[in-house]
């Protein structure tokens, strides 16, 4: 649906969905965890969760949603700018600025075309909901843009996350389908940046010194699409492979991850990329898939309703159709589970009881999102 349609729409209209009010739940005998059927959306990407318990979620084609899991209330959140959503192109990530509570603002990233090349922005507003319902994003800034932009439709990445401390903003910018930009020391694709809550290159990024863009806090990725802190402030970040090798790595600064100079996948033509290799002066991933999952969303788990998944990674599986976790052990990681879903998972998320929430991309449903429970 879009933009223009669900503004038109009365208030009353859109807030009578009711899908949370009447969720389906069912328990599957191979699964520690009871799957509820919240609601379901046009191609959602990803979601994140205001103070107050309701949801901002967005889809693909440009929309954001205002949603309440109590009782199914949709309302849309204006202001956001025009989305080039061809390809993988989308309304993408949505987080809260670590001062929410003062500044209201809502970071998103979104890719867009500009004079004919197309590429992914950072851009934050400040949440204003008036008292007749309306949402609205006011404000909208752009605060960083990839470079270059360049033609095509894919490997946009996007996703967003503050540090622990939240002085400063982590942002993948994928490597658009190129390869050699992600090895590009001018280029910003291909990379992990790290940025000041204004959008500019935070001061002593590693690379800066040596000729790098002054935001690239690491290099050589492919299609990023998820990145997360666990509670001793590491930097968890995954990432979609070549055909074999999807990846999960520790991302610290200055390194080189190595792509596409090397992969534990090869290139979809066949062409072999070498392997990982102790030694090659790149940075090895510490858990890999082949055959792969095409991870979606990444989520670092901390809460206290799957006490037993404290300290993992929870990845959304794509192809695969599935929920992955990755247990942490320090600097260490190690596949866990991985559970069919019957759709592909575009994004996981924590919700305030510490429930696991999923987004699917289409398939089945429009893109449903589910709750998970525990099972007992």
Known sequence: MSRTLISALPLLLIACSGEGANSQTTTMADKPFKTSVIADFDSPWAMTFLPDGRALVTEKAGDMILFDPKNGTKIPVAGIPKVDSAGQGALMDVVLSPRFAKDKAVYFSFSEERDGLKGVALAKGAFNQASDGTTKLDGVTILFRASPYVDGDGHYSG??????????????????????????????????????????PAANNPLSA???????WSYGHRNLLGI?????????EQEMGPKGGDEVNLIKPGLNYGYPKVSNGSHYDGRDIPDHAPGDGFEAPKV???PVISPGGLLYYSGDLFPQWKNSLFIGG???????????????????????????????EQGPDGALWLLEDGGKSQGRMLKLTPAG
């Open 159 to 200: 996703r967003i996350a503050f540090s622990p401390d939240g002085k400063y903003l982590f942002f993948t910018n994928g490597e658009r389908q190129k390869f050699d930009p992600a090895q590009d020391p001018k280029s910003t694709l291909g990379k992990v940046l790290r940025l000041n809550l204004d959008g500019t």
């Open 288 to 290: 890999w898939w082949n």
């Open 228 to 236: 997360a802190f666990d509670k001793d402030g590491r930097l968890w």
């Open 318 to 348: 794509l192809s695969s159709q599935s929920l992955v976790r990755v247990k942490l052990n320090g600097e260490k990681a190690e596949k866990a589970d991985q559970w069919d879903m019957g759709a592909r998972i575009r994004e996981v």
């Open 210 to 216: 040596k000729g790098f863009n002054p935001a690239i």
